[in-house]
């Protein structure tokens, strides 16, 4: 979009100075009605009456505003080119210092008729009024149209086509009942003029208003209602270039209906001459329309980086909206929409800041350098309405929505701070929103929203958000680098929400890590189909110090891919308060991480993830941060709830949470397979099937989540690492009835570290099938040892059982160590040497000793281990008796020292029993 048309600039310089350096300046000198008469000369001004001139004591020809007009028709008429070229200069409409005053000391003239319209190029210098205050800038002559009744056709001032290159300068205009100022010509400048108020009281604090119909209506090209950015205090024609004021007005301030590069810079519109009250004028602001092109509400100049020049407006006041666009290719840029000049302070904003509607595309609204601070009630930008389909490709950047220039809140929030609800391909970049229901709202398809500040400016300002930082209810937008905190949820996809990307925000922290905490949740996503985060590190969200989960899914096939949630990438803890992210029942085929590059980072929150609905949970970190740092999840790591079936959780690592690694309901259901993760240094269980979960019932025949299904049993003797072949031995069965379990069972190994308090599996080694035919029967092995990792004889190893339809169980016991648990007790009178053995495994132990020995067998036992302790040769003498307690069972999981062997010698016993016999007889 072309904003910049050099000739416009030249032309302005030139009219300003060529109306001063011709000689057919034409004075008025009453305020009068009447028409140039029939006699006078081409560009003489007398009407057929006389006025008394002060200055020289002497009666001159009348000059009237309508016979000064005529008269400049007349002088054009009968000019040629070479006189004065039309456009290069502007035939001067003076006032007489000496001029009448009628009231309240003004000049004021009341057309009877519609004045003239302007036909060549004229100057209408209200500036050389003898009111006319430079200091202050208030317009003296008043041209009041309250005798005209024609909103049709009575307007006040209309320059047709042949006026181009006309100026308006310092003129007060009201209540006629069309347009104060009709433009269908080019170049014309309008400025320092007050339309729809009065110098009396309106230009520092009143708020009376002498409403016409319109303000300006403008169908031209190249046409500036204002004045070119300068700076402030310059001086142009030795006078400082004040604002127009237009206000008051019944219908619009300014329609702009064809045309291009028309310019609307510096004005107060709808708002007093101070900019800091409202004044109720009409529905609309400012309309562009028709085809207006490239037209320009307020501007900017950066040339000078220690002084920017500013061409903002001051827009309030009017009930619906401050500018309205229907036409493509016009920008709106540094303008107060709703605030005061000062932008602390919000004045009657209407409805809509910037309403975008029918036949509008292309539109830039706002700049980062120069942002607008717009507010509405309804909304600070809305693209669209059910009346009015917006056009697309609009660019809303760098705007200051519902936010003081100090932060302050509006008096009243706005609903929507951007509303798109037609239209795509826009473009939302730049902008920061705040005190409002909802930062931005997508109805439509396809925009970019991106780099905006939505509940927050910098780190330490907090501009509450009463719904959503970002609320879509349409399709394929692309939600980019935003910083979203303050609000109730940071981003909430809607139902009809489908294809949305949401990539790289920080979502309740700010960019210097400071907490900006969404107070429900971080991010909601209902609708289907969408992706929080990407397969690339510029995908990155970073969700975190949010007071209720991270995330929220309540929408089907929705794609969550290498967030950070609860930590950052260097491991800082940023928990949120709920868990990672919760699935909700109605979340069917959520997909959080998908392969090694989608990842996501899951640590630091009240859980990791909670799954309500079938979900694919792979090759995720939860608990831990990409370089290693543990960042606990304070709950468990993945929290499988209840009455739903067939999760996946594959390839994920589960480490550090302060609870279970995996937890699976009581009331959960089943099929949910849980294969090749890393669950390690959990406090809790590493996989938790809940009570009976580590029941080893015969067969399996128990129900409950995953059937609780029986987990692998090893011969520990014939069990662990080799390291003469490299390899993990392994003897075992799975304890499952094929009437129970389907088959093949995927048994798979992993490392485990034996100082866990719960069997964890911490590298996965492989996975070996057991099929139906070994069913409930030990069968022998090996597996590699894993690559790039090196095992060692008496290293600890796990293993789990997932069944062909997808039941897994806890992780087994652990084997591969060597046994710890010593098998003894106490031998009473031993007289000599007994032998004991214990056949499960060849133990062969001596004990020798008198009297009470305390005894300890050879061979240590692992815990659960079986024992049967038998004497093989009693002590000598040989004739010595020994009965054995307790010599049989299982150890448990501590030292065993409870058999008692009682040893009699038989010599004693026969002497006894002679000795009560011969007693007897």
Not at 566 to 582: K, S
Request: with cysteine.
């Amino acid at each position: 979009m072309n904003h910049r048309n050099p000739a416009i600039g030249l032309l302005f310089i030139l009219l300003v100075s060529a109306s001063t350096a011709h000689g057919f300046d034409i004075w008025v000198n009453s305020a009068a009605d009447s028409p140039l008469s029939t006699s006078a000369e081409p560009g003489e001004c007398r009407t057929g009456f006389t006025v008394f001139n002060p200055e020289t004591g002497q009666q001159v020809p009348g000059c009237t505003l309508r016979a000064a007009i005529e008269a400049a028709n007349a002088l054009g008429q009968s000019s040629t080119q070479d006189d004065h070229p039309q456009g290069l200069f502007a035939i001067p409409i003076r006032f007489e210092p000496w001029i009448p005053l009628t009231a309240a000391n003004t000049t004021t003239i009341q057309p009877e008729t519609p004045l003239p319209i302007v036909q060549f190029p004229i100057h209408i210098d209200g500036t050389t009024h003898r009111n006319f205050d430079a200091a202050q800038g208030w317009a003296s002559f008043l041209i009041d149209g309250q005798l005209l009744d024609d909103p049709e056709n009575d307007h006040g001032l209309v320059f047709g086509p042949g006026s181009a290159g006309s100026i308006v300068d310092g003129i007060t205009i009201v209540r006629f009942p069309g347009a104060a100022i009709v433009i269908s010509s080019n170049w014309v400048v309008v400025r320092r003029s007050r339309l729809g108020v009065s110098f009396s009281g309106n230009f520092s604090g009143g708020n009376a208003s002498f409403p016409n119909g319109l303000g300006i209506l403008i169908n031209g090209s190249g046409n500036l209602i204002g004045h070119h950015p300068v700076p402030p205090g310059t001086l142009v024609g030795g006078e400082e270039l004040f604002p127009n004021v237009i206000a008051g007005n019944s219908i619009a301030s300014i329609d702009i209906v064809g045309g291009q590069s028309n310019r609307v810079l510096n004005n107060h519109i709808g708002v007093n001459r101070a900019g800091t009250t409202a004044i109720a004028s009409g529905s609309v602001g400012i309309r562009i329309a028709g085809g207006a092109s490239e037209t320009k509400i307020g501007s900017f100049d950066l040339s000078d980086p220690e002084q920017p020049l500013l061409g903002g407006n001051i827009i309030a006041g009017h009930s619906d909206t401050q500018i309205l666009i229907q036409a493509a290719e016009n920008e709106i840029v540094c303008n107060h929409l709703g605030f005061n000049r000062n932008g602390d302070a919000t004045l009657s904003p209407g409805s809509h800041g910037v309403l975008i509607g029918i036949a509008a595309s292309a539109n830039q609204i706002g700049h980062p350098d120069c942002p607008n601070r717009i507010h509405g009630i309804q909304s600070g930008i809305q693209i669209g309405n059910a009346a009015q389909q917006a056009g697309d490709g609009q660019v809303i950047s760098g705007n200051w929505i519902s936010i003081g220039s100090g932060g302050e809140a509006p008096a009243e929030p706005t609903k929507n701070g951007i509303h798109v609800r037609s239209g795509q391909g826009h473009e939302l970049r730049h902008n920061r929103i705040g005190h409002a229901m909802v930062g931005i709202q997508l109805d439509s398809a396809q925009s970019l929203v991106e780099n905006n500040r939505i509940g927050t400016g910098d780190d330490s300002e907090h501009f509450p958000i009463t719904e959503a930082g970002i609320r879509i209810d349409g399709q394929d937008h692309d939600i980019f680098n935003n910083v979203i905190g303050n609000a109730a949820v940071g981003i909430s996809l809607r139902a009809d929400a489908s294809g949305n990307a949401l990539r790289r925000n920080r979502i309740g922290i700010s960019l210097t890590d400071q907490p900006l905490p969404n107070l429900a949740a971080g991010v909601r996503l209902d609708g289907n189909n969408n992706i929080l985060g990407g397969p690339d590190a510029g995908s990155s969200n970073l969700i975190g110090f949010n007071q209720g989960p991270g995330v929220i899914v309540d929408g089907a096939d929705q794609r969550i891919w290498r967030n950070f949630i609860g930590l950052g990438a260097t491991g800082l803890n940023i928990g949120n308060d709920g868990f990672g992210i919760i699935v909700l029942d109605s979340a069917t085929g959520t997909r959080i991480g998908d392969d090694p590059g989608r990842a996501n980072h899951i640590g630091g929150n009240a859980g990791g993830i909670q799954l309500n609905a079938a979900s694919q949970v792979i090759f995720n970190r939860i608990g831990e941060a990409p370089n290693g740092f543990v960042v606990p999840n304070q709950g468990p790591g993945i929290d499988i709830g209840p009455g739903f079936d067939a999760s996946i959780i594959e390839h994920n690592r589960i480490a550090h949470n302060v609870e279970q690694g995996v937890r699976l309901d009581p009331a959960a259901g089943v099929l949910h397979r849980l294969l090749n993760n890393e669950i390690y240094n959990n406090l809790g269980k590493g996989i938790d099937l809940g009570p009976g979960g580590r029941d080893q019932d015969p067969g399996d025949a128990d129900t409950g989540p995953n059937t609780l299904q029986n987990y692998p049993q090893f011969r520990l003797r014939l069990s662990g690492y080799n390291p003469d072949s490299n390899e993990l031995e392994v003897a075992f069965r799975v304890n499952s009835s094929p009437a129970n379990s389907l088959y093949p069972i995927g048994v798979q190994f992993f490392y485990s570290d034996p100082g866990e308090t719960h069997p964890q599996g911490m590298i996965y080694i492989g996975t070996v099938l057991y099929e139906e035919a070994n069913a409930q029967s030990y069968i022998t092995t090996t597996l590699p040892a894993p690559s790039g990792w090196s095992l060692s004889e008496g290293d600890s190893f796990v293993a789990t059982a997932t069944t062909a339809d997808g039941n897994t169980s806890e992780f087994s016991d652990p084997f591969g160590m060597p046994p710890e648990l010593n098998l003894g007790g106490v031998i009473e009178n031993l007289q000599g040497t007994i032998t004991l053995t214990n056949p499960l495994f060849g133990d062969t132990t001596s004990i020798t000793g008198s009297g009470t020995v305390n005894f300890t067998m050879t061979e240590k036992l692992y815990p659960n281990e079986a024992f049967n302790v038998q004497i093989t040769q009693a002590g000598q003498p040989p004739n010595q008796s020994c009965q054995l307690q307790n010599g049989q069972g299982i150890i448990g999981s501590e030292d065993y020292l409870d058999i008692i062997i009682t040893c009699q010698d038989p010599v004693d016993q026969i002497f006894s029993d002679r000795f009560e016999g011969t007693a007897g007889d």
